[in-house]
């Protein structure tokens, strides 16, 4: 997902003068790029938010412009205030279309286990993968398909294959699984469709 913003360059500033451009409607940002300083900046809190908001599950390529000049940038890290949940600062990263980054990426599960109905259990275990790219490779999420996960079945790292990445996780890890409950019976293939004795 790529989200374009405007922003302003601002000067370095102590906390007074931060609270007081907060009270504006803008927020206190940094763009830090490999072996440069950062480059501070100050981000429309509002307009901000909302894109934010819409790329929550997703990897978000935020464009800068900044006094005509285009940044592609991810976010960083971010500061919320604890009870109002604002945003009261923002570190982007800046990216380099020759230069991997390390990030991490999503999960999106689609579909539903049929095993489900028999008794099964889902269990995800990690919702997100630790991996480098070059910043055109960059997914917005890494789809995985569950519909057809069985009782005692589970889908591990080492199960992903994905292209133009590298994978930073241990492949024996499991992303999703179904377990069966106690007392779940699982019909085979002769008692499907009889009805249990009572």
Known sequence: M????AVQSREIANKS?????RKSGQIPAVVYSEGQPGIHISVPANEFSKLYKK????VAVFNLNLNGTE????????????VSRDFIHVDFLELHKDKELNLSVPFKFIGTP??????GVMEITVRELKVSCLPRHIPED??????????????????????NIRIHDAGNIPIVSVHGT?????????????????
């Open 182 to 198: 106690r007392g779940a019976k699982v019909e085979t293939t002769a008692e499907a469709g009889e009805t249990a004795a009572e």
């Open 2 to 5: 790529i989200l374009n913003i």
């Open 55 to 58: 790329s929550i599950g997703e």
């Open 142 to 163: 890494i789809p995985i398909h569950i519909e057809n996960i069985k009782i005692g079945d589970a889908i591990y790292i080492k199960d992903l294959e994905l292209e």
């Open 114 to 119: 049929a095993s489900l109905k028999e008794g």
């Open 17 to 21: 003068a931060r609270k007081n451009l």
């Open 71 to 82: 940044i592609h940038t991810i976010v960083k890290a971010r500061q919320i205030h604890p």
